[in-house]
């Protein structure tokens, strides 16, 4: 079978889309990244990403070696427990987590904006901005042209929709293919990191990640970010001295506005929201995750008073419905674009994340002559479409995530609070339990196992 080299057209320079084309790019083959937002540091909804073994492994596998390092020393603390508390702060469960000196097998916590700042280092010339798609052709000829707003077009052999869960390239290409809303809905703030925020704080909260159990059907989830630079951007004390010659040499630093924050993420069912919460900011958005958490204690209420007005957003929590197999073309699909996942512990990322490790081994055969490149297309998408609709049931299924969790109903949500609590408080203190849980944790996001 004869050698090729195509020419990738990757639609979104989101995190799946950026990890694809820093592999391919390694692997010498051609492609071409058009984002439809204006500048790098536009269109990142939320602010933190939890990356666990399966995309550390992914961005291992994908990324240069000496820039698997940058984004290695761009994380902020990896997080030491993984904690349940009520709203009240009182302590239900407090996992131990891994140690962050494992190369991949952690959890890594990565600032959306850090890490976008990563994955484009070194790709500054082949990725285009305020590019957005209208639609795209197939030809005869197997080259595929897509064509954007501003009238410009480009051609390749290959189109891969990485734009995420309102895809463009998804509804042409699979117009069955649909989300629907999971039925709740996020208030994320970050509040900056201050000694002030810091005394708000218990010690195993300020080291970890927390989820809040709070009663009447409001959750939360507390993380605190410190990254290895002070809030003037220079180096802190105490970094270790490669990583800092790494960090002083690296470009993406003077695009990174990125500081040590606290995010805290408040959410309920759709229900408890006013009709317009998708069009409340700042602080409208702030008083009215004040007014959902009226019950909490008031260290957790000082921090969303403390909370920046500018960072508030409302997110409706959207899933993909399952869709069968189609036939393989020259346009495919990866991430949200296919298997839009709800947003917590990081999962819709690391699966886009392996998507894109997967897609560009398959397009790396294609290229060394092992299988053609249609065939390279229809063995990933083979591979990708179990596991990715997988991880779409177990994220929705998790405690609270949709809106139709009993913890939401009116009397039965208390037997379901008093249930979730005991179930942590439980398995925190049975060892054997207790490691199975810390394992799952790790396994959770998109493992090798479908």
């Known amino acids: 079978m004869s050698r090729i080299r195509p020419h990738v057209l990757i639609i979104g320079a989101g995190t799946g889309g950026l990890c694809l084309a820093q592999g391919l790019r390694q692997a010498g083959i051609a492609v071409t990244v058009y984002e439809r937002y204006r500048t790098r540091g536009d269109g990142l909804l939320g602010y933190r990403i939890g990356i666990g073994p399966t995309g550390s492994r992914a961005l291992r596998e994908c990324l240069p070696s000496d820039l698997f390092r940058i984004y290695r020393a761009t994380c902020a603390s990896s997080p030491r427990y993984f904690n349940v508390v009520t709203q009240r702060l009182r302590q239900t469960a407090s996992f131990p987590l891994r140690s962050e000196t494992d190369e991949v097998n952690t959890e890594r916590s990565v600032a959306r904006m850090t890490l976008r700042q990563v994955l484009l280092t070194g790709l500054e010339d082949v990725v285009h901005f305020d590019k957005a798609l209208t639609h795209f052709e197939q030809r005869d000829d197997g080259s595929v042209t897509a064509h954007f707003a501003d009238g410009d077009s480009a051609t390749g052999d ?242 609270g995530t949709s809106g139709d969790d009993p913890m939401y109903k009116p009397v039965v949500g208390r037997l379901a609070l008093l249930g979730a609590r005991g179930y942590f408080g439980i398995t925190s203190r049975v060892p054997r339990l207790a490691r199975r849980f810390v394992d799952d944790f790790y396994n959770y996001r998109g493992e090798e196992e479908d």
């Open 158 to 399: 290959l189109l891969v929709g990485a734009d995420g869960t309102h895809s463009a390239v998804r509804r042409q290409y699979l117009p069955h293919a649909v989300t629907r809303n999971a039925g709740t809905i996020n208030i994320a703030t970050r509040i900056p990191f201050t000694e002030e925020v810091r005394a708000l704080l218990p010690e195993r909260i300020e080291k970890g990640i927390s989820l809040i159990f709070g009663s009447g059907g409001v959750m939360g989830v507390l993380h605190v970010m410190e990254f290895p630079w002070d809030r003037s951007g220079a180096l802190k004390n105490g970094v270790d001295p490669a990583d800092a010659a790494l960090l002083n040499s690296w470009p993406g630093r003077a695009h990174d506005s990125t500081r040590d924050n606290v995010n805290l993420v408040v959410w309920s069912t759709a229900r408890r929201f006013p009709p317009d919460i998708m069009r409340l900011r700042g602080e409208e958005l702030i008083r009215t995750a004040l007014g959902l958490t009226h019950n909490w204690h008031p260290r957790l209420r000082q921090l969303l008073v403390l909370a920046d007005p500018a960072s508030a957003l409302p997110v409706k929590v959207s899933t993909s419905e399952p869709v069968p197999p189609w036939k393989s073309s020259t346009v495919t699909l990866l991430g949200d674009a296919i298997h839009t996942m709800t947003p917590g512990r990081g999962v819709g990322a690391n699966t886009a994340l392996r998507d894109a490790a997967l897609l560009n081994r398959e397009l790396r055969r294609a290229a060394a002559g092992e299988k053609t490149l249609l065939q390279a297309v229809a063995d990933y998408e083979a591979a990708m479409l179990p596991y990715g609709f997988a991880r779409v049931a177990d994220s929705l299924n998790r405690s």
